[in-house]
């Protein structure tokens, strides 16, 4: 008696360790584990594990006295071509490719797990932030003394639990049917891997949409995982059904982002023949090059590859939910984060442009690089960029201690509330100076005029940065859409009306130049029109960087007069 109460009590006493460890995870939990969640979920679970198992031996072949001279027809018979004849053993039994059968059924269970993973918990975490950040809970949760990396872990652990509970009574079915089908218990441990990774960069994702001040409110999560699942239902077709699925460009880069890809190696695993199984060969990941080389070729780099892939995309994530979380108002990123991601951004993507074999265009290639290069542009302009009150608190910061030598390019470059324009600028810099070499190396002489679209494309962004940066300053309300909206009249007006006027890139290249995209007519420009244009950009920088710069010194010494007077009526 007295030792079963010690039991109890180490039990407890373990228990409320685990609590006091993350009280937020016990917060979520608690709400949501009741008896009749838990029966529901339960219930859900294995009736759909009974569905999926009653179709696929629905497949098989019937034992009814009638049809025992005729022939039946079916996936799982051991014949070979598209829907064979059953035949029957010396004893007259049927002969089943059993191992064929516990594949699918390893398959449709998988897919079931990822989708419902993906789009229902995504749902799940969204719709619970938006519900307490309107309840006003999310600011109480603010004040608590726990970590950001607590609150978030908590959430993403507790408030899809029951989503949990039905997935973890899945598993046991998932794991036997894998085992049946002759694949590997490490490469079925692998693939569950990637499907928590892939969970966690989409959780993650999704806790950082639902704290975005978007005026959205409760359509954010219908949303975020309609479009979590219309991605995923299209890369996952693609790799189904395409037996062309490597592009050999830039755009295979996104099937990183689909766990599915990984089933592949687990079919290899498998030996069965590819006539039978009917989708996803490995021999289309072969194809997969990366600088080149056929890397995907292998189950254990290929998978641990994608692991990486999401880990570094879910660090990004969360680094971006520490400093917004208790302080909103600050950038998505730092000056230095943002270097970093550009490098990784530019490494991974010229890693796919440059390809070997003779199917792929590497002029095509490296246009869809400087298409992805200057998206990335605009999400730093929208990351980096402070807004009108901690640029004014910057500017009477720089104003008071000029006289103390405070480097101003260390607070452009690295500082966290200085205008954004340089450290964009220099991003841009760090992706052209990258990719130059290739482009030199990869491409023939005559196609190089691509260069000169990847600087030109640099400047555009660094103009559009100074005047979203400029728009921010102004002191009308809801300046961050105007901002957009002013960015996005940049790219889309001058190409309508050089394209109403008539005005094509290979009469007029000068004009094109200043667009977006100015690849489509650096191929039919000189390169004294280049510099012209080159030459009309850093005019153009250098009067909004003077005009913004005058009106921050102008605040900086306004805001510090304001403050002076404001100490002196108070001592007075």
Same mark, same amino acid.
């Given at each position: 008696?007295?030792?079963?109460?010690?039991?109890?009590?180490?039990?407890?006493?373990?228990?409320?360790?685990?609590?006091?460890?993350?009280?937020?995870?016990?917060?979520?939990?608690?709400?949501?584990?009741?008896?009749?969640?838990?029966?529901?979920?339960?219930?859900?679970?294995?009736?759909?594990?009974?569905?999926?198992?009653?179709?696929?031996?629905?497949?098989?072949?019937?034992?009814?006295?009638?049809?025992?001279?005729?022939?039946?027809?079916?996936?799982?018979?051991?014949?070979?071509?598209?829907?064979?004849?059953?035949?029957?053993?010396?004893?007259?039994?049927?002969?089943?490719?059993?191992?064929?059968?516990?594949?699918?059924?390893?398959?449709?269970?998988?897919?079931?797990?990822?989708?419902?993973?993906?789009?229902?918990?995504?749902?799940?975490?969204?719709?619970?932030?938006?519900?307490?950040?309107?309840?006003?809970?999310?600011?109480?949760?603010?004040?608590?003394?726990?970590?950001?990396?607590?609150?978030?872990?908590?959430?993403?652990?507790?408030?899809?639990?029951?989503?949990?509970?039905?997935?973890?009574?899945?598993?046991?079915?998932?794991?036997?049917?894998?085992?049946?089908?002759?694949?590997?218990?490490?490469?079925?441990?692998?693939?569950?891997?990637?499907?928590?990774?892939?969970?966690?960069?989409?959780?993650?994702?999704?806790?950082?949409?639902?704290?975005?001040?978007?005026?959205?409110?409760?359509?954010?999560?219908?949303?975020?995982?309609?479009?979590?699942?219309?991605?995923?239902?299209?890369?996952?077709?693609?790799?189904?059904?395409?037996?062309?699925?490597?592009?050999?460009?830039?755009?295979?880069?996104?099937?990183?982002?689909?766990?599915?890809?990984?089933?592949?190696?687990?079919?290899?695993?498998?030996?069965?023949?590819?006539?039978?199984?009917?989708?996803?060969?490995?021999?289309?990941?072969?194809?997969?090059?990366?600088?080149?080389?056929?890397?995907?070729?292998?189950?254990?780099?290929?998978?641990?590859?994608?692991?990486?892939?999401?880990?570094?995309?879910?660090?990004?994530?969360?680094?971006?939910?520490?400093?917004?979380?208790?302080?909103?108002?600050?950038?998505?990123?730092?000056?230095?984060?943002?270097?970093?991601?550009?490098?990784?951004?530019?490494?991974?993507?010229?890693?796919?442009?440059?390809?070997?074999?003779?199917?792929?265009?590497?002029?095509?290639?490296?246009?869809?690089?400087?298409?992805?290069?200057?998206?990335?542009?605009?999400?730093?302009?929208?990351?980096?960029?402070?807004?009108?009150?901690?640029?004014?608190?910057?500017?009477?910061?720089?104003?008071?201690?000029?006289? @103390?030598?405070?480097?101003?390019?260390?607070?452009?470059?690295?500082?966290? @509330?200085?205008?954004?324009?340089?450290?964009?600028?220099?991003?841009?810099?760090?992706?052209?100076?990258?990719?130059?070499?290739?482009?030199?190396?990869?491409?023939?002489?005559?196609?190089?005029?691509?260069?000169?679209?990847?600087?030109?494309?640099?400047?555009?962004?660094?103009?559009?940065?100074?005047?979203?940066?400029?728009?921010?300053?102004?002191?009308?309300?809801?300046?961050?859409?105007?901002?957009?909206?002013?960015?996005?009249?940049?790219?889309?007006?001058?190409?309508?009306?050089?394209?109403?006027?008539?005005?094509?890139?290979?009469?007029?290249?000068?004009?094109?130049?200043?667009?977006?995209?100015?690849?489509?007519?650096?191929?039919?420009?000189?390169?004294?029109?280049?510099?012209?244009?080159?030459?009309?950009?850093?005019?153009?920088?250098?009067?909004?960087?003077?005009?913004?710069?005058?009106?921050?010194?102008?605040?900086?010494?306004?805001?510090?007069?304001?403050?002076?007077?404001?100490?002196?009526?108070?001592?007075?």
């Amino acid at each position: 008696m007295k030792q079963n109460i010690q039991v109890f009590q180490r039990s407890s006493s373990l228990w409320e360790k685990f609590l006091d460890l993350n009280p937020q995870l016990f917060r979520e939990i608690q709400g949501r584990l009741k008896t009749r969640n838990v029966v529901i979920s339960a219930a859900i679970s294995v009736i759909t594990q009974f569905m999926i198992t009653i179709c696929c031996l629905g497949e098989l072949p019937q034992s009814d006295p009638k049809q025992l001279l005729g022939i039946q027809y079916g996936r799982y018979a051991m014949g070979s071509g598209y829907n064979p004849a059953y035949t029957k053993d010396m004893l007259g039994e049927w002969v089943i490719n059993w191992q064929l059968l516990w594949l699918d059924l390893f398959m449709a269970l998988s897919m079931v797990s990822i989708f419902t993973l993906l789009i229902v918990g995504t749902y799940m975490l969204i719709a619970d932030t938006v519900k307490e950040e309107s309840r006003g809970t999310l600011n109480f949760i603010r004040l608590t003394p726990q970590s950001a990396d607590s609150i978030f872990l908590g959430k993403i652990l507790g408030v899809p639990i029951l989503l949990y509970v039905a997935i973890l009574l899945l598993l046991p079915l998932h794991t036997i049917s894998g085992l049946g089908a002759h694949i590997p218990l490490t490469l079925i441990m692998g693939f569950d891997g990637v499907i928590v990774a892939s969970c966690a960069f989409c959780y993650s994702l999704a806790l950082l949409w639902s704290l975005m001040n978007l005026g959205l409110s409760g359509f954010k999560p219908w949303l975020a995982s309609g479009l979590v699942g219309s991605v995923l239902l299209l890369l996952t077709v693609t790799v189904f059904n395409n037996s062309n699925l490597i592009s050999n460009g830039t755009w295979d880069w996104l099937f990183l982002f689909n766990p599915t890809l990984v089933l592949a190696y687990l079919i290899d695993a498998t030996y069965l023949s590819l006539d039978k199984i009917d989708f996803l060969s490995v021999e289309n990941l072969k194809e997969l090059l990366f600088y080149g080389q056929a890397l995907w070729t292998k189950a254990s780099f290929g998978i641990g590859f994608i692991l990486f892939n999401f880990s570094v995309w879910t660090y990004w994530c969360w680094s971006v939910l520490r400093r917004r979380f208790h302080n909103p108002d600050r950038t998505l990123f730092s000056k230095t984060q943002s270097y970093w991601i550009t490098a990784w951004f530019v490494v991974i993507g010229l890693g796919f442009t440059l390809q070997n074999n003779k199917s792929y265009s590497a002029t095509d290639n490296f246009i869809f690089l400087q298409m992805c290069l200057c998206m990335l542009g605009l999400a730093l302009i929208a990351a980096l960029s402070p807004h009108r009150q901690t640029l004014y608190d910057w500017a009477r910061y720089r104003h008071q201690t000029h006289e @103390n030598g405070n480097i101003l390019w260390k607070e452009l470059v690295f500082g966290e @509330n200085s205008p954004s324009v340089i450290a964009v600028a220099i991003n841009m810099a760090i992706a052209v100076i990258y990719i130059a070499p290739s482009i030199f190396l990869i491409l023939e002489p005559k196609d190089r005029y691509i260069l000169w679209g990847f600087v030109l494309s640099g400047f555009s962004i660094l103009l559009y940065a100074l005047v979203a940066q400029l728009v921010l300053t102004l002191k009308t309300r809801k300046r961050a859409i105007w901002s957009a909206i002013s960015v996005i009249n940049l790219i889309i007006i001058p190409p309508l009306c050089l394209g109403f006027a008539d005005v094509i890139p290979k009469k007029e290249p000068l004009l094109w130049l200043f667009s977006f995209l100015p690849t489509v007519a650096t191929e039919y420009a000189t390169l004294s029109t280049v510099m012209l244009a080159i030459l009309g950009q850093v005019v153009a920088a250098s009067l909004i960087g003077l005009q913004m710069t005058r009106k921050l010194k102008q605040a900086g010494r306004s805001e510090t007069k304001m403050l002076f007077d404001r100490n002196q009526a108070i001592s007075s």
